[in-house]
Structures are given as structure tokens and as C-alpha cells.
């Protein structure tokens, strides 16, 4: 479970915020989760117009899926939620950026976070080890 409760907005916040996003030609802007109390960048999605209300309203993200073409609640599938504790826009309005309370892991791979990867000794090596084998969740696709 989430550590604190989640931040939710009411619907004049809402839609100030829906009137600062600059959603592009897909309907479509990208959204960044980090954790709100030690700043780790946990991973980028995409959200539609209605997955920013949801999550605005619910403070639980959600996102949108571009190969599902479907709305995508994290955590539905894995339990592994993200509780929104502050929501954000940048300065020219073309992403999100959500402070989250994670619970379980962020990625689909099992990792803590999306961002395993990294040039060491030349080379692209996994940098974090899989903590949870998503198989044993139900989740077989990446």
C-alpha cells in the first residue's frame, strides 16, 4: 500500500491544468512518474486527455496505451500502483510530470525503475537487477 494518501484536484484545477497541456497531433503527451520523496525517475508513458482527468481526479495514474490503443490504469494487472502526490506541467506545456508514491516496481521488466540501461566500459549493460518475476503476476508481454 501507498504510503500517503493520494492528491486529488477538482474540476476547475482540472481543467486549468487540461488548459496548460499541449496534447500532440495523436491527442497525446508524454508523462514522466518520479518518486515524490527520493526524486528517482521511474519511468515515461503517454497519456490522452482523458487519462490526465482520471488521474487528476482519482490521484492514481493513468496512462494511455499507444499498442493497445486503450487507457491503461498501472497497477490493474500487477498491483504495482502509482499514487500521485503532485501533478505538474512543464514550462512550454508539451509533458507531464507526476510525483508518485510507487508501490511494487515500475517497469514491466521487474526493475524499480524503466532506466536500467546505461554505457559502461563502452558498452550498454543492465545497470539494476529484475527485483519481481512479472511472469509469476500474470504479466507475460513486454
Known amino acids: 500500500m501507498p504510503d500517503r494518501a493520494a492528491t486529488t484536484y477538482p ?3 482540472i481543467e486549468a ?3 496548460e497541456v499541449r496534447f500532440d497531433p495523436q491527442g497525446l503527451v508524454p ?3 518520479q518518486q515524490h520523496d527520493t526524486g528517482e525517475v521511474l ?3 503517454w497519456m ?3 487519462a490526465v482527468v482520471e488521474t487528476m481526479q482519482t490521484g492514481r495514474a493513468c496512462y494511455w496505451s499507444r499498442s493497445r490503443k486503450a487507457p491503461w490504469r ?3 494487472t500487477s ?3 502509482q499514487t500521485v502526490v503532485d501533478f505538474r506541467v512543464d514550462c512550454d506545456g508539451d509533458t507531464v510530470l507526476m510525483l508518485v508514491d510507487q508501490t511494487g516496481v515500475a517497469c514491466h521488466t521487474g526493475r524499480h525503475n524503466c532506466f536500467f540501461r546505461a554505457i559502461r566500459g563502452g558498452k550498454l549493460e543492465e545497470i539494476a537487477p529484475v527485483q519481481i518475476d512479472m ?3 500474470g504479466r507475460t508481454e513486454y
Request: glycine share 8%; hydrophobic share 60%; aromatic share 0%.
Open 79 to 81: 498491483g504495482h500502483i
Open 43 to 45: 519511468m515515461m508513458a
Open 48 to 50: 490522452d486527455r482523458n
Open 31 to 33: 508523462a514522466i512518474a
Open 74 to 76: 498501472k497497477g490493474d
Open 135 to 137: 511472469t509469476k503476476i
Open 17 to 19: 491544468m487540461l488548459a
Open 11 to 13: 474540476a476547475a484545477a
